[in-house]
């Protein structure tokens, strides 16, 4: 009797969540034809029908969905396994996917790792940058073991720990003269912003001050990444609203001024992860280093 194909299992996951071939293919590395043929071998192992379209997505069908149910249980248990088996090695290995945004990623992980690659060799921890809102998405679907994002961070069955308040400041360029004495979003009003890219959890804490004292804010230029924003403000091209640990280093503040906001703005950064997260010697190794930002 053939035994069922545990990457089959996963790939026919896969193809339900991203709603097609070709987008599960990209997602597993892939090509769709190979996916196209694992999801036939595994609805002829278990002869029945597994997925329907409906438009242009692919749905489960009531079969598909009863083992969907089974495919979490199968994947928990493999996981919880090697977990179990991971105990009985001398060394901390394996990879730990680590998702966070750009200010978090230059001016907060950086040493955390170097410590974690100078104690454990073995030890590989990658790291993806992205929005809050897909770094938590990749959480949920176990494509990232944990992320550190700003808070909050909504999803089914996370488990949410703030680590640290992180105050916002406003930044000038060091020619700039005749500042206001009080950074308030009314005496900024009149000067042109440099601002994060609509979208990010940064911007909307920010559109949130603006809005507070009933000002829309009308941004010059939209960017993605702190440093970016530093470099144009830097050029006299504007002021920006940042994080104040992108510029706590003197070598990050380089060029600026930088000024405490009158009418005080503060996020949390948290680390987030799967309630049913095993954690493994490698996975509570970063946790543990997270934690020291704290």
């Known amino acids: 009797m053939n035994r069922l194909n545990l990457n089959h299992l996963h790939t026919y996951s896969c193809v339900i969540t991203c709603g097609s071939f070709s987008a599960a293919g990209?997602?597993?590395g892939l090509t769709q034809p190979a996916v196209s043929q694992q999801i036939r071998q595994l609805e002829q192992r278990l002869n029945v029908r597994l997925i329907e379209r409906v438009g242009k997505r692919i749905k489960a069908t009531s079969a598909g969905n009863v083992l969907l149910e089974h495919i979490i249980h199968i994947e928990a248990t493999v996981e919880n396994a090697l977990l179990d088996l991971s105990t009985h090695a001398q060394e901390v290995a394996g990879t730990i996917a680590i998702g966070t945004g750009a200010t978090a990623c230059i001016h907060l992980l950086?040493?955390?790792?170097?410590?974690?690659?100078?104690?454990?060799?073995?030890?590989?921890?990658?790291v993806s940058i992205g929005n809050t809102e897909g770094v938590i998405k990749a959480v949920e679907e176990n494509r990232l073991d944990l992320a550190l994002v700003t808070l909050p961070a909504a999803g089914r069955s996370l488990l949410v720990t703030p680590l640290l308040n992180d105050?916002?400041?406003a930044i000038f360029s060091a020619d700039e003269t005749n500042l206001p004495e009080h950074i308030t979003p009314i005496t900024l009003s009149n000067y042109p912003l440099?601002?994060?890219?609509?979208?990010?959890?940064?911007?909307?804490?920010?559109?949130q001050w603006y809005a507070q004292s009933g000002i829309r804010i009308k941004p010059v230029m939209?960017?993605?990444?702190?440093?970016?924003?530093?470099?144009?403000?830097?050029?006299?091209?504007?002021?920006?609203?940042?994080?104040?640990?992108?510029v706590t280093a003197d070598h990050h503040r380089r060029g600026l001024q930088v000024r405490s906001l009158t009418s005080p703005l503060t996020r949390t950064l948290g680390i987030v992860l799967r309630q049913d997260k095993?954690?493994?010697?490698a996975l509570r190794q970063v946790l543990d280093g997270l934690m020291t930002l704290a």
Do not use: H
């Open 167 to 169: 105050d916002f400041v």
């Open 222 to 246: 939209e960017l993605g990444s702190v440093e970016a924003i530093k470099e144009m403000v830097g050029a006299g091209l504007g002021y920006s609203i940042v994080p104040s640990l992108s």
């Open 26 to 28: 990209e997602k597993l």
């Open 194 to 207: 440099v601002i994060f890219e609509a979208g990010s959890s940064t911007r909307m804490l920010i559109n």
């Open 278 to 281: 095993p954690v493994s010697k």
């Open 110 to 126: 950086p040493p955390i790792l170097q410590t974690l690659r100078q104690r454990f060799p073995a030890l590989e921890v990658r």
